[in-house]
């Protein structure tokens, strides 16, 4: 079984701080996703890779970067969060190709005051 | 601009009853997922469906899609309790990494 995994499921930050998120996958896929997800308006996407030093930015990219240093891990950094970057994050990943299923983490609630 | 709009968004029905969910997309796509997210959980994939005419069962669920009409529906036949929680789709991109979900629909199982 694809697993993906995310270092927090529940988060409490203030204004201002920097935030790091962090995304494991153990089936060797090639892309990896960043989404939040928040009520009425569904996943959007904030940022792709599709190999380790790539990235690209998906609909929302303001306000955050990713790092991928390697193959099985892709990290979101709120640069400076703000109190609308409150939401849930989740992370996917899929096998090299556009248009693969997506796998999914358990979700970070992120909360910033 | 590619969106994909899902309805109902909420739907409360009795066990046993039937009931379809509905997703339509704006423009050409070759592939479309169903997704299932529990409460408090993460999306689980449910259905692809890869062409135009493609169906696909599981237990109670049944999707199709319709690439003509820009349209996949899930249906649910005879529901039970267990099937309470959250559908989406979602459409990639049209030969890009992005998916585009819908804002999904909250399915509620009364007893």
């Known amino acids: 079984d694809v697993k993906v995994t995310q270092s927090s499921r529940y988060l409490v930050k203030r204004t201002g701080e920097k935030v790091f998120l962090e995304c494991v996958q153990d089936?060797?896929?090639?892309?990896m996703f960043w989404y939040r997800q928040d009520p009425g308006l569904g996943l959007r996407l904030i940022y792709f890779s599709y190999d380790v030093k790539m990235k690209e930015k998906g609909d929302i990219p303001e306000g955050y970067s990713v790092s991928r240093e390697k193959k099985e891990r892709f990290s979101l950094i709120l640069e400076s969060a703000s109190t609308n970057q409150t939401s849930m994050y989740l992370c996917?990943?899929?096998?090299?190709?556009?248009?693969?299923?997506?796998?999914f983490g358990p979700g970070t609630r992120l909360l910033v005051l | 601009e590619l969106k994909v709009e899902q309805n109902p968004l909420f739907l409360s029905m009795q066990e046993g009853k039937n009931y379809t969910i509905y997703c339509n997309y704006s423009?050409?796509?070759?592939?479309l997922y169903w997704y299932r997210q529990d409460p408090g959980k993460s999306l689980e994939s449910l259905f692809v469906?890869?062409?135009?005419?493609a169906v696909k069962q599981e237990g109670r669920l049944m999707a199709s899609l319709d690439t003509k009409a820009r349209l996949s529906t899930l249906h649910i036949t005879a529901a039970v309790h267990d099937l309470s929680a959250t559908y989406f789709c979602?459409?990639?991109?049209?030969?890009?990494?992005?998916?585009?979900f819908g804002t999904g629909t909250r399915l509620k199982v009364l007893a």
């Open positions: 089936m060797d896929h090639e892309n």
């Open positions: 469906l890869l062409s135009n005419g």
């Open positions: 979602a459409v990639d991109g049209s030969g890009t990494y992005k998916y585009i």
């Open positions: 423009t050409t796509s070759d592939r």
């Open positions: 996917a990943s899929s096998i090299s190709g556009v248009q693969e299923t997506q796998y």
